[in-house]
């Protein structure tokens, strides 16, 4: 039997549901019963009658999901596969600049710890985060972990002031803009789709700015041959299944997040025979970053 078929067996004998990210590779992609961005996988998380949920991508998505399904088992392929940007925020900088700035929200990219989650108003994905912030009735924000998309979010809502915490991705920050600007004059029609998680140079260049599903979106509805895409390479799968006619264009030095590429189907296998690795939040840590996360789901309805 392969690999694929035991995995299908497993997922019907333990009543399990495969949650996949884009950026996980394409053969895991392949056999996830839902893919997609993190905004995306969330909201699925919490609408499944699935007993296990089996998260390929990194912990604040697995953490994430059983914050919001505390009923749930969560199972992660790989226990270590985290997120390098999770951790940038320090808690007690976070505390202190919430103490000095009494009316501000704390606005907090999901790609951060639960313990993060707990200091903050609400949480937000690359998907939602201008709609979440144009929402919230507070005119000074402190956006946490993410420098970078925390100043493209305050480039869209100029009437709030933000407060910047120094937190990047590793990926997409060190994506070369001397890279894009090759792919531009190599292919000079290619419309330039970027996340928004790049360095301002990047940014700079794109003609569009915007999640993995929006970005996968933008390539789709428009009817252009090619496109250069600035984010991790995972993306590429999905875009050539809904597009196999278009060409996609990725800087030299190929974007890839490690510990995306952790996932196996070997370790989903794995977790589903064992049940390895199954997620662990305290009830105390749970009930705290509960309402962030419930209040992304509610204003960006
Ligand atoms: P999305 O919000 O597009 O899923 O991006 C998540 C991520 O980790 C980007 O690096
Ligand atoms: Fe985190 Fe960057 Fe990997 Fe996304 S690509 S999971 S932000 S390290």
Do not use: W
């Not at 905004?39 to 990194?58: E, I, N, Q």
């Not at 604040?60 to 505390?70: D, Q, R, T, V």
């Not at 305290?282 to 962030?292: E, F």
Request: charged share 25%; with cysteine.
């Amino acid at each position: 039997m392969t690999l694929e078929k035991e995995i299908l067996e497993l997922k019907e004998q333990k009543d399990a549901v495969i949650l996949a990210h884009y950026y996980v590779s394409p053969e895991v992609q392949a056999i996830a019963d839902f893919v997609g961005d993190s905004f995306y996988l969330s909201k699925k998380a919490v609408s499944l009658k699935a007993r296990t949920l089996v998260f390929c991508g990194v912990s604040f998505m697995g953490e994430s999901a059983k914050i919001l399904n505390p009923e749930k088992t969560v199972l992660m392929p790989d226990a270590t596969a985290d997120c390098a940007m999770a951790r940038m925020a320090d808690a007690k900088a976070v505390a202190a600049l919430k103490a000095q700035h009494k009316d501000a929200a704390v606005v907090c990219y999901i790609n951060s710890t639960a313990a993060l989650k707990c200091l903050s108003d609400v949480c937000v994905t690359s998907a939602n985060a201008v709609k979440i912030v144009k929402a919230l009735p507070q005119k000074e924000i402190i956006f946490i972990p993410d420098k970078n998309l925390g100043h493209f979010v305050a480039a869209q809502v100029p009437d709030k002031h933000f407060i910047y915490n120094d937190g990047y991705c590793p990926v997409h920050e060190k994506m070369a803009a001397r890279e894009i600007e090759a792919l531009k004059q190599a292919h000079p029609e290619a419309n330039v789709l970027v996340h928004p998680e790049c360095n301002a140079a990047v940014l700079k260049l794109a003609d569009y700015i915007g999640s993995t599903s929006g970005i996968i979106h933008y390539a789709t509805v428009h009817d252009d041959p090619a496109f250069i895409i600035g984010t991790e390479e995972g993306v590429r799968y999905q875009l050539s299944q809904e597009n196999p006619q278009k060409t996609f264009y990725f800087p030299k030095t190929t974007p890839v997040c490690r510990d995306m590429k952790l996932v196996t189907l070997k370790k989903i296998k794995q977790v589903l025979e064992t049940g390895q690795n199954e997620v662990q939040v305290s009830l105390d840590i749970q009930k705290q970053a509960k309402a962030p996360l419930q209040k992304m789901l509610a204003l960006s309805k």
